[in-house]
């Protein structure tokens, strides 16, 4: 049985377990989302990826050999199929977010949490861009030396940064020729409730005092807060998906890597501080594109999910 652990202060990980291992689920699902005649997403580097991590409950998603049916037995949320979608959808946005920023002429762009991402590989950047991918160390150089070794070379000036978020990253970032006198675009995909709440607020206070006028940032804004007796029933769910992957020989406690406590909207906190806001909520990005849409009354409230974009006055 391959297992993962909980989350602790101070804690690491590498693509296989804690929260690392959601960056191999992740783009296991982009490797499925990838495929197919109505794909809305292309990241041939996913599947190799994930193969190269070598947990073989994600290689067998990753390659087909498990498909979603097998895996799902119901069409609940947290089923890998809505996973996938829900994917697709955000994939789809943030890289339509980095193409708009760059026709508008920012050449300086930052992924926070890079994991897996591998925008700096396949995204048609401008001559003249840099893309900076903050993450830890083990990740780092994990991806790096194995696009490199698959013979990928990056399609803009990629300077990775291998710093714990929860450090002085912003020192690290500078380190690597960051300029914060210069617009950048800056994306938190997949991210913020990995994150304590006040963590969460010093992450976007950061970001703002780093960016120049012009800048622009595209994050995920989920819900503030899931009300006491939703709790135990998000928590529920949770471990309903555990169990099913579980089954397939891979345990992953999702209930352990996230926080559900009270927190500030993302992107009304960023409004605060002089962002113009555009909103898509994630049952507006599926439904664009042609995809299921999660029911108003799940109780993890995923459907409340909203993916902003916002530029600096």
């Given at each position: 049985?391959?297992?993962?652990?909980?989350r602790?202060?101070?804690?690491?990980?590498?693509?296989?377990?804690s929260?690392?291992?959601?960056?191999?689920?992740?783009?296991?699902?982009?490797?499925?989302?990838?495929?197919?005649?109505?794909?809305?997403?292309?990241?041939?580097?996913?599947?190799?990826?994930?193969?190269?991590?070598?947990?073989?409950?994600?290689?067998?998603?990753?390659?087909?050999?498990?498909?979603?049916?097998?895996?799902?037995?119901?069409?609940?949320?947290?089923?890998?199929?809505?996973?996938?979608?829900?994917?697709?959808?955000?994939?789809?946005f943030?890289?339509?977010?980095?193409?708009?920023?760059?026709?508008?002429?920012?050449?300086?762009?930052?992924?926070?949490?890079?994991?897996?991402?591998?925008?700096?590989?396949?995204?048609?950047?401008?001559?003249?861009?840099?893309?900076?991918?903050?993450?830890?160390?083990?990740?780092?150089?994990?991806?790096?030396?194995?696009?490199?070794?698959?013979?990928?070379?990056?399609?803009?000036?990629?300077?990775?940064?291998?710093?714990?978020?929860?450090?002085?990253?912003?020192?690290?970032?500078?380190?690597?020729?960051f300029?914060?006198?210069?617009?950048?675009?800056?994306?938190?995909?997949?991210?913020?409730?990995?994150?304590?709440?006040e963590?969460?607020?010093?992450?976007?206070?950061?970001?703002?005092?780093?960016?120049?006028?012009?800048?622009?940032?595209?994050?995920?804004?989920?819900?503030?807060?899931?009300a006491?007796?939703?709790?135990?029933?998000?928590?529920?769910?949770?471990?309903?998906?555990?169990?099913?992957?579980r089954?397939?020989?891979?345990?992953?406690?999702f209930?352990?890597?996230?926080?559900?406590?009270?927190?500030?909207?993302?992107?009304?906190?960023?409004?605060?501080?002089?962002?113009?806001?555009?909103?898509?909520?994630?049952?507006?990005?599926?439904?664009?594109?042609?995809?299921?849409?999660?029911?108003?009354?799940?109780?993890?409230?995923?459907?409340?999910?909203?993916y902003?974009?916002?530029?600096?006055?």
């Open positions: 049985m391959e297992r993962t652990g909980g602790y202060e101070g804690d690491t990980w590498d693509l296989a377990s929260v690392g291992a959601t960056a191999t689920m992740v783009a296991a699902a982009r490797a499925i989302a990838s495929t197919g005649d109505d794909a809305l997403i292309f990241d041939p580097y996913a599947e190799p990826l994930v193969r190269a991590v070598g947990v073989d409950f994600f290689t067998r998603l990753a390659s087909g050999e498990l498909t979603l049916e097998e895996l799902d037995t119901d069409n609940e949320t947290m089923g890998m199929a809505r996973m996938t979608d829900n994917m697709a959808v955000r994939t789809k943030f890289d339509e977010f980095f193409v708009e920023a760059a026709k508008a002429g920012i050449r300086q762009a930052v992924i926070l949490a890079s994991g897996l991402d591998t925008r700096a590989y396949r995204l048609a950047w401008p001559a003249g861009t840099t893309v900076f991918e903050i993450d830890q160390p083990e990740v780092i150089e994990f991806k790096s030396a194995t696009l490199a070794e698959f013979g990928v070379e990056p399609t803009a000036e990629l300077r990775t940064v291998a710093v714990d978020l929860r450090y002085d990253w912003p020192a690290a970032l500078k380190a690597q020729g300029d914060p006198n210069r617009p950048t675009a800056w994306s938190a995909e997949g991210l913020l409730g990995y994150l304590p709440p963590a969460q607020d010093r992450l976007l206070d950061t970001i703002s005092e780093l960016s120049a006028p012009g800048s622009r940032v595209a994050l995920e804004s989920g819900p503030t807060s899931i006491p007796e939703d709790h135990e029933k998000v928590l529920e769910r949770m471990q309903e998906a555990s169990e099913r992957w089954s397939h020989g891979f345990e992953l406690d209930g352990e890597l996230v926080y559900l406590g009270d927190r500030n909207e993302a992107g009304a906190y960023m409004e605060d501080r002089g962002w113009n806001l555009a909103r898509r909520s994630v049952n507006d990005l599926l439904a664009a594109n042609g995809r299921p849409t999660l029911p108003d009354d799940d109780v993890a409230h995923f459907g409340e999910l909203q902003v974009s916002a530029i600096l006055n």
